[in-house]
């Protein structure tokens, strides 16, 4: 596909079409660059400015800004994520505190089975899930287990 994207203009349009997965009017409106200036890229090969690249860079950063350049690449940007990045991220936090929520739970099920407060838990019971399911709910977690 290379040799079919060899100007800034067919890149431009790849991308637009093929990577953003969007229109040129939306293109247009979230890099701020006239709609008609992006029709004469893309269908004629304009010349475009540094002004417009650093506005398709802001709208899109991760963009490969080197790609749209030279072709040399891919259209978008490589991302690393390390671990830490994953511990940080809200929705894992969120994840943590609701898994250690269900361990005490099931701690202290498994405390009530063993001090004679619940029926024991036979290998094929469902109590278990059951118990836990209705404490998460009533905790307010939002957490559904299934058998």
């Known amino acids: 596909m290379e ?8 890149r431009l349009k790849h991308l637009i079409d093929n990577v953003l997965n969007t229109t040129m009017g939306k293109f ?4 701020d660059i006239d709609k008609g200036t992006v029709s004469k890229i893309v269908n004629h090969n304009a010349k ?25 690449g891919t259209p978008l940007k490589t991302v690393r994520i390390t671990d ?3 511990r940080q ?4 936090r969120e994840l943590m505190a609701k898994m250690e929520r269900i361990e005490k739970l099931l ?41």
């Open 3 to 10: 040799h079919q994207l060899d100007d800034f203009g067919k």
């Open 28 to 31: 247009s409106m979230k890099t």
């Open 48 to 72: 475009s400015g540094i002004d417009k690249l650093a506005n398709i860079a802001n709208a899109y950063p991760n963009v490969n800004i080197e790609w749209l350049l030279t072709g040399k």
């Open 84 to 86: 830490e990045d994953v």
């Open 89 to 92: 991220h809200p929705l894992f």
């Open 107 to 147: 701690h202290r099920f498994l405390l009530d089975e063993a001090l004679g407060k619940c029926s024991p838990v036979s290998k094929n019971s469902t109590s278990v899930p059951f118990f836990l399911t209705n404490q998460v709910r009533s905790s307010g977690a939002g957490v559904r287990l299934s058998v």
